[in-house]
């Protein structure tokens, strides 16, 4: 399709209506509500709706064509609907949240798990999906660190990358995959409180440094769209924030895909204060350069006056919906306005076995192991008293899981049972529910298996928490258990780090975060150690809400904070350490790792070169196991301050036991540079360190200088 004469032959009515987005009830009364709210009030004519260029959610295939059918049927132009929708960690098969899948420390599985998404999902008519969340967070208190990659821009932008990768595959035009919207640009993460929707105020040194690098490395992978942020950035609200939409990402990026909003984020603005109505709204929107309004009518209703009035040129609108044109021909829905939806292929693929055994695997790295006092993995004959809510609740999905369907998991009795004498269930979280004769039945278990943790609506948009323990009752009852258990093995669910302080003591602690659908199969592969838990914490974990933000990769100040010369004028708190209770990149695993010497090829490089560090790993226990080696980098001086330990590499290895291998990183300029306020990419000579271990806070280091020219 000739998209350049396509735009010709439309009305400029029809061309703004290619920037709109609503929902397929709009079209089919019946049709799937994902997301309604505010869209449910819109008042559109009939002829708007059929104007209209794309839609937001979709139940299924039938669903997709029968809207499809009814849409080109009743438009004078017959320009397919493009759908789009939220498959954020599977489609039916639930994967671990990105949180979860972030501490597998592997973007190869999240290549997989957004290949997967995309089969599943294609089978629906889905062309477009939301994901990734490339939001940097630093903030657990923020309900939306569930669907992020962590506080590290490194992985951040690993993961993003990897995850795109695995959703566009190599050709849009082909099957079964779908184009990636990267979300929420920019700077979402830096929610003031951690409250949701909340103001973001950051240097735009940071906001380059640490926030861009996630949607900076999905554009680089190819992202065909990107979705603007709920929040403002310098005070004006990133829908229609011209710096981040046109300045950098055209002019500094080159970005050439479709700029989408959030949810009735155009709208918004005039909630924000930048718009005193609708029509501003919309001309502070098209000067910025967004494309598509998702869920809010400004454009639709007022673009054209604005035009008449003199104070929109047309081309704007052209551009925008050329772009929008683009995207569907490289989708090839020209050819096929269906594509994708495919009902029966569905009935043969979605939630298959093979994907099913995918997402048990996925879960098996994402899992964290805190702690192990030589309980962990259970021996065969342990008798287990399970008790705590997850004992027998299935929901171990997630937020964003539309199309999952928690009824269909196994709970962790079931998945236990094959293996274990279980001689004891109680799913309560309360106190008061377990009566004398519950203790004496603990008591005589071998191990008390504590499953507990956050609902699946204790995180996610909008679910934030200003408290992080574990909630309700459920750390009153973990001392009373431990009172009586001979050893106590706490499994929390959580879509965020809890503040664990308490629970510390515990035999053993294992974070399963929501590990989806084989979450329960799969945490019973490592209690029983089938499988050796391999995952490392992407997000410090604080002991106190007042130390949040609390991230590994902060600046030093000038008075840093040095526990070995106790100064009190320096950086510290009076009640509570600086230091988290784990650190970023932290994970147990039932073997021991040794890192050998590590050597580096030479102690100076100039601008041009290479030097190699390699390490040597062994395992010197008695089990097979994955073992994630980090490299972290430190400048000691610069322009601007650098933090004192930043994440450069990482590399994941499977070991036999007494296996030693030896590891190369090769370090080069693009390790050593940063990132300035303007967003360009500069690299100084002078002195690093080169930092190698297993988590942020246990590392060897090499002195390397960058050489001047
Ligand atoms: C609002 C959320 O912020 C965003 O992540 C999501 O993609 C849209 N709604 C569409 O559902």
């Given at each position: 399709m000739n998209t350049k004469e396509l735009l010709k032959s439309l009305t400029r009515e029809e061309k703004i209506g290619q920037m709109l987005q609503i929902a397929p009830f709009f079209f089919v009364k019946h049709a799937h509500v994902e997301v309604a709210g505010h869209l449910k009030a819109l008042n559109l004519t009939k002829k708007q709706i059929f104007e209209a260029g794309s839609v937001l959610g979709i139940g299924n295939g039938h669903e997709m064509i029968e809207v499809q059918e009814v849409f080109l049927k009743e438009s004078r132009h017959k320009i397919p609907l493009l759908f789009m929708a939220d498959i954020i960690h599977g489609y039916e098969t639930i994967f671990p949240v990105p949180l979860g899948l972030a501490s597998s420390f592997n973007p190869k599985l999240a290549k997989k798990v957004a290949r997967i998404s995309a089969l599943e999902a294609a089978t629906s008519g889905i062309h477009v999906t939301f994901s990734p969340m490339a939001d940097l967070s630093r903030?657990?208190?923020?309900?939306?660190v569930v669907e992020s990659f962590g506080e590290d821009p490194y992985l951040n932008g690993q993961f993003s990358s990897a995850m795109v990768q695995g959703y566009q595959g190599d050709d849009l035009k082909q099957e079964n995959n779908l184009a990636s919207c990267v979300k929420h640009y920019a700077a979402y993460g830096k929610s003031e409180a951690g409250r949701d929707y909340n103001t973001v105020d950051l240097s735009r040194l940071s906001l380059h440094y640490d926030h861009m690098e996630g949607y900076r490395k999905a554009i680089e992978a190819g992202a065909r769209l990107i979705m603007t942020s709920f929040n403002v950035v310098d005070g004006i609200p990133s829908t229609v924030n011209k710096y981040l939409l046109r300045d950098v990402l055209r002019d500094l990026w080159h970005f050439t895909g479709v700029t989408i909003t959030d949810y009735d984020s155009l709208h918004q603005v005039i909630a924000h204060g930048v718009a005193e109505d609708d029509l501003q709204a919309a001309l502070r929107g098209i000067d910025a350069g967004l494309d598509i309004e998702m869920a809010s009518t400004c454009y639709v209703n007022y673009l054209s006056e604005l035009v008449d009035q003199g104070l929109v040129d047309e081309t704007l609108i052209d551009d925008a919906c050329l772009r929008i044109l683009d995207l569907k021909e490289e989708l090839g829905l020209f050819d096929n306005p269906y594509k994708h939806a495919h009902p029966e292929r569905a009935t043969q693929i979605v939630r298959s076995k093979e994907h099913l055994d995918s997402a048990r695997k996925v879960a098996h790295e994402s899992i964290v192991l805190l702690e192990n006092r030589q309980v962990l993995p259970l021996k065969s004959g342990t008798k287990v008293a399970l008790v705590g809510p997850y004992a027998t609740n299935r929901e171990t999905n997630g937020p964003w899981s539309w199309h999952g369907n928690n009824a269909l998991n196994a709970n962790l009795q079931e998945a236990l049972n094959h293996d274990l004498e279980i001689i004891y269930i109680n799913s309560s979280e309360v106190i008061s529910d377990y009566q004398t004769d519950d203790f004496n039945v603990i008591e005589d278990a071998d191990v008390v298996l504590y499953a507990c943790g956050e609902t699946?609506?204790?995180?996610?948009?909008?679910?934030?928490?200003?408290k992080i323990a574990l909630p309700r009752d459920q750390e009153n009852l973990y001392h009373v258990l431990k009172k009586h258990a001979k050893k106590i093995v706490t499994i929390i669910f959580a879509g965020r780090p809890l503040i664990l302080n308490e629970l510390t003591s515990s035999d053993a602690l294992v974070y399963a975060w929501f590990p989806g659908s084989e979450g329960a199969y799969a945490l019973s592969d490592l209690l029983l150690g089938r499988m050796n838990p391999s995952g490392k914490l992407p997000m410090s974990f604080p002991r106190h809400e007042g130390q949040i933000p609390l991230y590994y990769n902060h600046l030093n100040t000038g008075r840093p904070y040095d526990p070995t010369h106790r100064n009190p004028f320096t950086s510290y708190y009076l009640d509570v350490p600086n230091t988290p209770l784990y650190p970023f990149g932290y994970g147990l695993s039932y073997t021991s790792f040794e890192l050998g010497s590590s050597m580096l090829s030479s102690n100076h490089m100039s601008l041009n070169e290479t030097v190699e560090l390699k390490v040597q790993i062994k395992n010197t226990g008695m089990m097979r196991g994955q073992e994630v080696v980090q490299l972290y980098i430190r400048d000691h001086f610069a322009w601007i301050a650098r933090p004192i330990k930043e994440l450069k590499a990482f590399q994941k290895v499977m070991l036999e036991p007494g296996e030693e291998v030896t590891l190369t990183f090769n370090i080069d300029k693009t390790m050593l540079g940063y990132y300035t306020q303007d967003g360009l990419f500069v690299v100084e000579p002078g002195h690093f360190d080169l930092m190698i271990g297993t988590d942020s806070d246990h590392l060897t280091t090499h002195k390397l200088t960058l050489k001047k020219e």
């Open positions: 903030d657990p208190r923020w309900g939306r699946i609506h204790e995180s996610g948009e909008a679910h934030n928490r200003a």
